[in-house]
């Protein structure tokens, strides 16, 4: 008898405990190493699973950017003109005379030449002779760079050095079509890219093999993101080497220590692979420019009564031509005539109370009001302290 009472005492509070699972999280070793788990309550959040490489990259392997200036040529009429662009017949000029043409001081009145700016991104531990893709931009006043062919431009780093030589072909996505009184332009026919157009002729040095110590940062800070990467890399060296080697350092830092008799890049392809629960402050972001509004799933809404409703003015100038009657000195003349009339449409009232997303984006379409206006009710909910989020304006 006492053994079935056990097993249904035992029944009961496992049940709850399993129930709880999904809204609770556990911390393993509070960050001490002794095998103590504290259990943090999260409140049902939906957090998505994600692999670390896809959340967070290595300090030491970062982009490094190029810039460089060159020439485009072989534009059909649509370069730079060069009254307004001075710069532009003084680099033709210094082309031709680096290639042993004299130019006689005379002025150009070339159309198929434009100024370009170059710029690429040099990858990490890519070695002498690799290929990048580079973008062009027009510096100067050329209408399209369709057609044309990047004359051989250096790219330079920061520190002044040229990394990389770039030219070939121009692909733009835009075009241009221009007739006697009408002008169609689609997309941005100034601006194109020159895929694999530069090679790269130095590498940047780096010691990635040497390495015992790796940073690895969050491409989105967050303290809890951060100590379940941790927490996901510590089990698995716990069960691969024996040790625990990372630790959270702040909401974007994780350091991790190699362990002996394994490469650098060997360590970290185990590692990048851990599916880590990623998770991220309640946020707002607002763009005034375009009318988007993106809503994250974590942000709640107070209890709050909402008015929205514009005031229409409208003008309309009806002038009125009068003539003067036959055989009089007088002149023909313009009347003015002006209407005014203003309107207020029903504002509407409506209570937002938005404990989850649905529900929150369900009550501002009870609104029946445009982005726009939805832009005003979340600036002006945030002023008056009821959105539980961070606001961010673009």
């Known amino acids: 008898m006492r053994r079935i009472l056990a097993s249904l005492l035992a029944f009961a509070l496992a049940v709850p405990a399993a129930l709880a699972d999904d809204n609770r999280m556990v911390v393993r070793g509070g960050g001490k190493g002794d095998g103590t788990d504290y259990t943090v309550l999260s409140g049902g959040r939906d957090l998505v699973p994600a692999r670390i490489k896809d959340i967070a990259q290595l300090q030491s392997s970062r982009d490094n950017q190029l810039v460089g200036y060159g020439l485009v040529i072989g534009l059909q009429g649509t370069g730079d003109g060069l009254r307004n662009s001075p710069f532009t017949e003084q680099s033709i000029a210094a082309m031709l005379e680096n290639l042993g043409i004299a130019s006689g001081g005379g002025r150009s009145r070339a159309k198929n030449v434009a100024a370009v700016i170059v710029t690429a991104n040099l990858p990490p531990f890519v070695e002498s002779g690799a290929r990048i893709d580079v973008s062009v931009s027009s510096l100067g006043d050329a209408t399209s760079l369709q057609g044309g062919t990047l004359v051989m431009t250096p790219l330079k780093a920061a520190d002044g050095e040229i990394y990389a030589v770039a030219q070939g072909p121009v692909f733009i996505s835009g075009f241009t079509a221009q007739g006697q009184a009408e002008t169609l332009t689609q997309g941005v026919p100034t601006a194109g890219r020159v895929p694999n157009g530069a090679i790269v002729e130095r590498s940047v040095p780096a010691n990635f ?130 209407a005014i009339s203003a309107s207020q449409p029903d504002a509407r009232v409506a209570v937002l109370d938005g404990p989850d997303l649905e529900m929150l984006v369900d009550g501002l379409n009870r609104l029946g009001v445009k982005p726009d206006g939805i832009i005003a009710i979340l600036q002006g909910i945030k002023s008056a302290g009821a959105l539980q989020a961070d606001l961010v304006l673009q």
């Open 209 to 338: 093999a040497d390495q015992d110590k790796l940073c690895l940062q969050l491409r989105n800070a967050d303290y809890s993101t951060a100590v379940r990467i941790a927490d996901a890399i510590n089990d698995y060296s716990m069960e691969r080497f024996g040790t625990r080697v990372a630790s959270e350092q702040d909401a974007r830092t994780v350091i991790i220590k190699k362990p002996a008799k394994i490469s650098t890049a060997r360590f970290f392809a185990e590692l990048e692979n851990l599916i880590v629960d990623t998770d991220a402050p309640a946020r707002v972001v607002v763009d005034e420019r375009t009318g988007t509004i993106v809503i994250g799933n974590e942000v709640k809404i107070s209890r709050v009564a909402v008015s929205h409703g514009t005031l229409t003015v409208r003008i309309t100038e009806t002038p009125t031509i009068v003539q003067p009657e036959p055989f009089s000195k007088g002149v023909t003349a313009v009347e003015p005539s002006t």
